[in-house]
């Protein structure tokens, strides 16, 4: 065979290898068949509300951290969940991200932080750090923290949302596609059936930068708080509470 073929020949293979490599990296749930370990906590009817946000960015000189602070100062929610990318930096669980914790107790009764597993602020996997001062609760809980409250038959799984996908841009394309054809979330759905959630739990996440609700899928992305080159910033909090024994989660859009 012609040396020229040859050539041809192996650099398509090593083509579709590093093609499959990337597919299997990127979307981990596709060959793993153990589920992510999920971390439950149960709180009161007198810890709720429950807000949730995700993709701060804070760092990112196109971050709207500061609006959000101002927001939070003024909602004092309850509870209190960042669902990952609180940071816009590559780190491990820090003191910084603990002081940015810190600072979100302030306002709030209990803070619950999901870190990402692939992204910006990721954290060893998997792990609960749980601290409690003057009656104030800051806990770290990855990849999956489930509330539940009680007297409330339906939970709220929250995560980052890097586990159907673990590139940002990807998933921002796949919800995008997923939404507009095939009327489902794609980020919602693979945690859904990798989860293995019942039909009336909620599923809340960030990651994509794509503000969604959907009750009849039980899924809401949370969006971001930050603008890039191929998106617009798209703020939005979850808020649950629990109304006739069952979770009651809506989407707020703020842009």
Known sequence: MHPQYMLII????????????????????????????VYQVTLRKSDLPIVIVSDLHVGSSRSSYKYFLALLKAVKPTTLVIAG???????LVSEKMLKLLKIFSL????????????????APQPILISLEEDRKRVAIASPILRLCIEGCFSCIYIT???????????????ETISQ????????????R????????DWVIYGHSHKAYFSSFWRS???GCWVSRTHESMQMALALAICRSSNIDAKLLKLS
């Open 107 to 122: 306002y709030a009764k209990n803070v619950f932080y999901t870190p990402s597993t692939s992204n910006h602020d990721t």
């Open 85 to 91: 990318d609180l940071i816009d930096e590559k780190m």
């Open 10 to 37: 192996l650099a398509t293979a090593l083509y579709t290898l590093a093609l499959f490599a990337y597919t299997f990296y990127n979307f981990p749930w596709l060959l793993s068949k153990k589920k992510p370990t």
């Open 220 to 222: 809401i992305n949370t």
């Open 160 to 174: 980052h949302g890097d586990h159907a996908s673990r590139n940002g841009i990807l998933a921002h394309f796949l």
């Open 193 to 200: 059936r990798t989860l293995g959630v019942n039909s009336e």
């Open 180 to 191: 507009k054809l095939l009327l489902k979330p794609f980020i919602g759905g693979v945690l």
